[in-house]
């Protein structure tokens, strides 16, 4: 464990009564990827020069020629004595499912792939609304990614088509036992693997030592007891900016207390950037979003709908020293129901990075002005009301 900066003192140590059993943890490495452009060829380069075990956990996997070469790099080093397990959900990579994809890989030995479900009759479960949307990637306990990007095609650019936007990390050091926990944790869960195993010296046996200097600090949320409200992450978050927050979701249906903080933090003076896309793979999701535009503009938070390819990034960064990004967006299904992975790190260089690139996402938007605002049509606000009163399952 480490000292937060002075600056961050107070919101680390609400973070400590958040999630007590994940402590700031410093000396680790971190690196912003852009997109899968730079995304996927890192995890490639992982996957090869993996020598004891691959672990992946990834929302929605494609049956295409993305999660066709990634999962076949894992078969290969498989082949080689390498330890593979590759764990997706099975409602967001539902149509790689009913393809057939992931048969290939069940007669590779060493590799194993399952699907993350609720929906199990022997254990009388049936919720079918609890997903697993953590991305999280772990190789010989050394290296690990997480950030917004899926394995699948529509992360990378192909001729006339942008790749979608989004941000992914790459982190060496402590926190890599951290996320591997995670992973093996939600492995247990669906397969009841032997837990002296999972958490024997083979995954953990092997501490990392310091990497970089970057201090950070992982919060899993969920629906259940026994995990954490990433909500409260948030919103102590903006409770605790004193000059400037930006911040950046594809799907912005906040709880009415992140609303309510939004708005505070706007009228005490804190300069608040928000990005979104300005055309959404979820039209409905959208539309109640947009039913929210109002009451933050009449308190100064600026709003940008970016241009081109869905934004798909998550991050936020206040006062130029806390970087928040992992799996969650800022609506109500990542806050309250989805099984989530966030990192909190407290770094200029890092949150000047982050900040860059959200930059240059804003400059590559529109932004909303209230009284243009206040004269759209008035079926648009019926639409963005009603699509609002679906707010507690988008």
């Not at 973070?15 to 700031?24: A, F, G, K, S």
């Not at 207390?257 to 300069?271: F, I």
């Not at 039913?291 to 990034?313: D, N, S, T």
Request: aromatic letters at 8%.
């Amino acid at each position: 464990a480490c000292p937060p900066p002075a600056a961050a003192a107070l919101f680390d140590a609400a973070l400590d009564r958040i999630t007590p059993e994940h402590r700031l943890l410093g000396g680790n490495a971190v690196t912003l990827l852009e997109d899968g452009t730079e995304t996927f060829p890192a995890m490639l380069e992982a996957i090869r020069g993996a020598r004891h075990h691959i672990h992946i956990l990834s929302y929605i996997i494609g049956a295409d020629d993305v999660g066709r070469r990634l999962l076949d790099a894992c078969a290969e080093r498989a082949r080689a004595g390498v330890k593979v397990r590759v764990m997706t959900d099975a409602f967001g990579s539902q149509p790689a499912r009913l393809r057939g994809f992931f048969r290939r890989y069940r007669a590779v030995p060493g590799m194993r792939v399952v699907a993350f479900s609720l929906v199990n009759l022997l254990r009388q479960q049936v919720q079918i609304n609890l997903r697993n949307h953590r991305k999280l990637f772990v190789v010989d306990g050394e290296t690990a990614f997480t950030g917004g990007v899926n394995l699948h095609a529509g992360h990378m650019a192909r001729p006339g088509r942008p790749a979608i936007r989004d941000y992914h990390f790459r982190i060496r050091g402590p926190l890599v036992n951290e996320l591997q926990y995670t992973f093996l944790r939600d492995w247990y869960y669906m397969t009841d693997e032997n837990p002296d195993e999972l958490l024997g010296e083979a995954y953990f046996g092997r501490h990392p030592g310091a990497e970089g200097a970057v201090p950070a600090r992982l919060v899993n949320s969920g629906p259940t007891s026994l995990e954490h409200s990433v909500e409260e992450v948030f919103f102590n978050a903006v409770a605790a900016a004193r000059r400037d927050i930006v911040v950046a979701t594809p799907y912005f249906v906040p709880t009415e207390p992140l609303l309510y903080a939004l708005r505070m933090a706007a009228k005490r003076g804190v300069q608040i950037r928000l990005v979104v896309p300005a055309e959404s793979n979820h039209r409905t999701v959208q539309y109640a979003s947009r039913a929210f535009y109002a009451g933050l503009l009449e308190a100064g938070v600026r709003i940008y709908e970016r241009r081109g390819p869905l934004l798909h990034a998550k991050a936020m960064v206040v006062d130029g020293l806390l970087a928040v990004f992992g799996s969650a967006n800022l609506d109500v299904r990542s806050l309250r129901l989805n099984y989530e992975s966030t990192v909190v790190a407290y770094d200029p260089e890092l949150a000047g990075r982050l900040t860059e690139e959200m930059l240059v996402d804003i400059a590559e938007s529109d932004e909303i002005q209230l009284n243009a605002w206040l004269k759209r049509p008035w079926h648009w606000r019926i639409l963005e009301n009603a699509c609002s009163l679906a707010e507690p399952i988008l």
